[in-house]
């Protein structure tokens, strides 16, 4: 028999059947639904994550102190503060491929002004931060490098810290107490909006890490350095040279490890984005289960579909069919019932990202690819779930099955 | 040897149950030659379902010989066995077997879906022109549900003719039909047989059997009697005959048909069992 013969002969058994037919194909539905939506909304949550850590910065490095080993013991990122200011001077003055660094000296203090007071992270960074995050004072202006130098009490103040320590009146220009020190307030920087983890990147008070240091925390090490590569193509270069040279600065031989460790901001996007792998895999498991059991369902269905089926067997057998056209008859079935309940799944599964999309306002994307594969992969669901039914009808003696009341 | 459509030599068929064995066929020889209408007749556990499976290739023999079409059947295996019934073979059956839900056309078009030799071209043509033989060109697009049941008979008739098939095996055709339509189903039969079919008929019904031309009776699983019938019944005559007759008579009333007829009856069973139209001989 054609295919076309044979699709058409397993619609119109669909058909004499819709009911239950849908009910069978519901497992599929709901497992492809499933996958789509999770995809999607996977996709959407790691664009998202992507955009927010570029959001970081320009053509980012970070430099951490740790993943150092000592004897023989492995201490984990940041175990021991070992960045100094000397390693940012020796990198500013000899890498090649880096357009700026900042040390950034990170403390929580309370602020005090006449208005109110406000806990927050006081940052002691340079003045090549401004360039590197991309951040740049809406209101006043970023300290100098007079500032950085003499380690004047000057601040620059995160949109929400303004916020909370002045409501509507304009900050510039007046004090700000951190600690027990005075600060003069020379800025206000443009607002950035959440990290990836959802921290409040406004929620933060940039001063010269020189006066962090001195005036504030008095902690001689650094817990983080950042700098800009010149391009996106520099960046796994000055990668290696700022590796090389903060070595040179540790004094570290050939055969001691790192007692630093340096990453670009694509590799913290990926670290970030791993959560979320973990979830779609954990969604797709979950997916596949719902197609194994909607496949079951099919094979179930395929079993009692032959039994009622006997006698038109029997028919079948009786006037010419071979076996292999019955299996084939019955195999085209099931997989025609996988297909429609795939193609059902997936406009479900496109419908319900779209909306999930529209309320919770998450970025959702689907891709050809994943229509075509779980297409495919509920036809599979078929061949593999059907098989069985249709060797069971292939192997009925036309005798008996014409018999068969 | 051209002639011959069925030859079988000393074929048996044993059925292994257990530690006991059936013997539902001891040896048929069996011979039937082109444009015959044969009736094998038997009463139930006689061998007669047992031989018709075999004749129709439904079924292998334990032993023996048989020859359809020039083909011998005992050494082929089962795709070639399904082969032979879809060229060779037009079954019709006592339910009509016909696939529910499916229209009439559909259902006569189906033996040439499965034709592997690829002659069968235009399949929806041959398929009405089968219908048309048996009377039911004006209902091609009716479900069996939609049929009576003579209608649905014949559509199974039509299904059996479609392939040109070199024998036409029909097992109890007018088993479930009522006497009239019985008669009418006989009556086509006829007529097919006329236009030069081979047709073998298993019944256990001696008024049917009389719409052969031969009878061969099967008990215990040999052949006891095969004979030409006497008085062959015309089954066109008997319809014309009952025409005159009100409905009841046809199923019940044998005297006023033995008056109209003058009693020309046939063999001594068919007259003890037939209604009173048929014996207008």
Partial sequence: MKLMTLVKLALQAIRKNKMRATLTMLGIIIGVAAVIVMVAVGYGARSRIKEQINNLGTNMIVITPGASTQGGVSQGAQAFATLTIDDVTKVRAEAQYVTAISPVVVSRMQVVTPQGNWRTAINGVDTDYQTIRNWAAADGAFFGPDDVRSSRTVAVLGRTVAQRLFADNEPVGQEVQIGNVPFTIVGVLAPKGQTASGTDSDDVILVPYTTASTRLSGKPRIPQIIASAGSAQDIPAAQDEVRALVREAHHLTQNDDDDFTVKNQNELADAAASSTNVMTLLMAAIASISLLVGGIGIMNIMLVSVTERTREIGIRLAIGARGSDVLTQFLVESIVMGVIGGAIGLLTGVIGAKVLGHFTGWETAISPLIMVVSIGFSGAVGVFFGYYPARKAAALNPIEALRYE | ?281
């Fill in chain 2, 1 to 281: 040897m051209d002639d011959v459509v069925i030859q079988t030599n000393a074929l048996t068929k044993t059925y292994e149950s257990g530690s006991n064995s059936v013997h539902a066929l001891r040896g048929i020889d069996l011979t039937v030659h082109r444009g015959e209408f044969i009736a094998v007749m038997g009463t139930s556990g006689s061998g007669k379902s047992t031989l018709m499976n075999v004749l129709g290739c439904l079924d292998t023999p334990t032993s023996g010989n048989y020859l359809l079409d020039g083909v011998h059947i005992e050494t082929l295996d089962k795709n070639q066995l399904a082969a032979i019934r879809n060229e060779k073979i037009g079954f019709v059956f006592q339910g009509f077997n016909l696939l529910a839900r499916t229209s009439a056309l559909e259902n006569v078009e189906l033996p040439l879906l499965y034709d592997r030799s690829g002659r069968k071209r235009d399949t929806k043509a041959m398929a009405i022109a089968a219908l048309g033989r048996v009377g039911l060109g004006d209902r091609l697009n009716h479900q069996p549900s939609e049929l009576s049941g003579g209608q649905q008979q014949r559509v199974a008739i039509a299904r059996a003719l479609v392939t040109e098939p070199a024998l036409v095996l029909a097992d109890e055709p007018t088993g479930n039909l009522d006497s009239r339509t019985s008669i009418e189903v006989m009556a086509l039969f006829q007529a097919l047989n006329e236009q030069g079919i081979t047709v073998v008929l298993v019944t256990h019904e001696p008024d049917v059997a009389v719409y052969a031309k031969r009878i061969v009776e099967v008990r215990d699983g040999r052949i006891r009697r095969d004979a030409p019938v006497k008085n062959r019944h015309n089954a066109a005559e008997d319809l014309a005959a009952a025409e005159l007759l009100p409905d009841d008579d046809l199923v019940a009333g044998p005297s006023a048909a033995d008056a109209a007829a003058g009693g020309g009856a046939s063999t001594e069973k068919a007259a003890a069992v037939s209604s009173g139209e048929r014996s207008v001989a």
